[in-house]
């Protein structure tokens, strides 16, 4: 896509296939790191539990143990992976809202349009924009079932991350349901004491759902509104 996007640029200034392109690059490498440095992070802090575990004495009782060992745990999982990885998931829905708000506006201004996107009332930033692109373009915009299903999953992590910091009791009885649901059938989530916490291969899951979708949609777009450039390029 990248040919396509550069090919665009030079005729067409609006297109918003480089910009997506761009953005969702530095959320690989964003994304990179995060593989790099957390498994680090965990390891040292893995050491300095032991070192002070050697400074303290004996536990007394079975509850002694085991609390020291639920320490570790929030840490290791709920104050590094969920802290890290959950704002990679909230950085990732807020460019993927971006990308689609710059996509309708570019839909927008191609039809001439007085619409606007916030002027839809559905509540799902993914289903408002494609209701937007499919009324003002006129046009049906294919998404698969499949793929709908994913970035309602991304969604709902993103939600419960962002509105209650990942607490369980503290989301819609539906959310919760679906979350469960995902947590069950997928190794991208964990539910911990009531708590969400973010696995490393929700990473990736949330990158391919998201740039699939932004790709299939900027292959259609491509399609519908050909650039001035295209024909130049085809003689």
């Known amino acids: 896509m990248l040919s396509t996007h550069l090919r665009r640029l030079s005729f067409d200034p609006d297109w918003p296939g480089l910009r997506v392109w761009n953005l969702f690059e530095a959320l690989r490498r964003y994304q990179n790191l995060l593989g790099e440095y957390v498994p680090l992070m965990q390891d040292q802090a893995l050491v300095r539990w032991r070192a002070a575990e050697d400074r303290r004495p004996e536990p007394e009782s079975i509850e002694e143990i085991e609390e020291r060992n639920e320490e570790l745990d929030v840490t290791l999982l709920h104050d590094i992976e969920a802290n890290f990885y959950g704002a990679f998931v909230i ?9 689609l708000t710059n996509t309708c506006e570019y839909v927008k201004r191609r039809q001439n349009s007085r619409l606007s996107l916030s002027d839809l009332r559905e509540p799902s930033s993914v289903k408002r924009a494609l209701l937007y692109l499919e009324v003002v373009s006129r046009r049906p915009v294919s998404v698969s079932e499949t793929r709908l299903r994913e970035l309602r999953n991304l969604q709902n992590v993103r939600n419960a991350l962002a509105h209650a910091n990942g607490h369980m009791l503290e989301q819609r009885a539906e959310r919760v349901r679906e979350l469960e649901s995902f947590a069950a059938g997928d190794s991208c989530i964990v539910i911990v004491d009531s708590w969400l916490v973010v ?22 777009l491509d399609r519908q509104y050909p650039s001035p450039g295209d024909d130049e390029v085809g003689k």
């Open 199 to 220: 696995q490393p291969a929700m990473l990736e899951y949330g990158m391919r759902c998201t740039s699939g979708l932004l790709t299939d949609l900027l292959v259609q």
């Open 91 to 99: 950085a990732l829905v807020a460019a993927l809202e971006s990308s």
